[in-house]
């Protein structure tokens, strides 16, 4: 499985940003999708996961502000992102896993925000 976000950039606090990842290779092997970030001297962190069902969970920090989908057909994922903020600077990266529990990350995106 191969990942590719796009969909990053700069924008000022309270903007919004749509983050895209399409999965190519294996797809229908894959049981979930997700986003993380790492802002810079940070551990990169969970912001929100969906399964190949539709579930979806969610970072405390960006509950109700962001949103994560897929497209159709599922192999591609989408993370909305409005009223952002500076401190949601970071490299965004797309991670998806497997029946067999492998995982794959993509590059990453660039999302600034500026105050």
């Known amino acids: 499985v191969q990942l590719v976000e796009s969909g990053g950039g700069l924008v000022q606090a309270g903007g919004s940003l749509r983050l895209s990842c399409a999965a190519s290779?294996?797809?229908?092997?894959?049981?979930?999708m997700g986003w993380y970030r790492q802002a810079p001297g940070k551990q990169r962190e969970l912001v929100a996961t969906?399964?190949?069902?539709?579930?979806?969970g969610y970072a405390d920090s960006v509950k109700g502000r962001f949103t994560i989908s897929r497209g159709s057909p599922q192999n591609t994922v989408y993370l909305q992102m409005n009223s952002l903020q500076p401190e949601d600077s970071a490299v965004y990266y797309c991670k998806a896993q497997d029946y067999g529990s492998q995982v794959y990350w993509g590059k990453g995106t660039l999302v600034t925000v500026s105050s």
């Open positions: 969906i399964t190949s069902g539709g579930s979806a």
């Open positions: 290779g294996s797809i229908f092997s894959i049981k979930a």
